[in-house]
Structure formats: C-alpha cells, structure tokens
C-alpha cells in the first residue's frame, strides 16, 4: 500500500489549495483516509478524514468551515480543498490509511493511521 500526498505549494493569506492524495494497492473503499499535518516543532495533528465509505467525515476544531475532504474512488484519490487559509496554516501535510476497516468518525489520532505518504508543504504567507 502506497499513499502519495501532492498539491503543496506557497498561497497568500486568504487563498486556496487542494491537495490530493492517491492510494495505491487497495481500493479506496476498504479504509478511511486521513489528513495531518505537521509545523516545525510542533506535533502531528488531525486535520480532516472521510470514511471507507465517504459517508462519515471529520474536520478539527481549527478548519472552522474552510476545508473540504471529498474522495474519487474512480480515480483512488482523497482530495482536501483548503480555502481562506491563514499563516498558522503553514505545515507538510501528509495522508494515511486507518490501521483498521472501522474508523471512529469521532477522532482522527495519528497513532491509529499507517501507510503515511511523504507529506507535501503548504506555506502560506501573511
């Protein structure tokens, strides 16, 4: 199983990216996907995350309504469409498969997602 994060790059405040991740090796429907990311020393947080199903999302505290994760299971890809980004925005994101077929909606904790992909940079500047 591969996940492969991209769509990074450098906004102003108040712009809008969307990032892709594609999974490669099992079909999209078997697990749920997860968003992270990561600000230099800072740890790991959940960011948002959809079901097997696409039926159950999670989105933090912190998206505040901004974020959209949708999937394409044509295409095994998870999207996170990121707009009005703010400076505190700025982290690698990275994508991950649930250890396990059932997810809890309710949480989204790093420790319980593997398969992470190489993460991609959003910087966004005031």
């Known amino acids: 199983v591969q996940l492969q994060a991209s769509g990074g790059g450098s906004v102003q405040a108040g712009g809008s990216l969307r990032l892709s991740c594609l999974v490669s090796g099992v079909p999209l429907g078997h697990y749920a996907i997860g968003w992270f990311r990561q600000a230099p020393g800072k740890e790991r947080e959940g960011v948002s995350g959809i079901s097997s199903g696409g039926s159950m999302k999670y989105y933090a505290d912190f998206v505040e309504g901004r974020f959209t994760i949708a999937r394409d299971s044509a295409k095994n890809t998870v999207y996170l469409q990121m707009d009005s980004l703010k400076p505190e925005d700025t982290a690698v994101y990275y994508c991950?498969?649930?250890?396990?077929?059932?997810?809890?909606?309710?949480?989204?904790?790093?420790?319980?997602?593997?398969?992470w992909g190489q993460g991609t940079q959003v910087t966004v500047s005031s």
């Open positions: 991950a498969m649930h250890i396990w077929t059932k997810w809890d909606s309710r949480y989204l904790r790093p420790a319980d997602f593997g398969s």
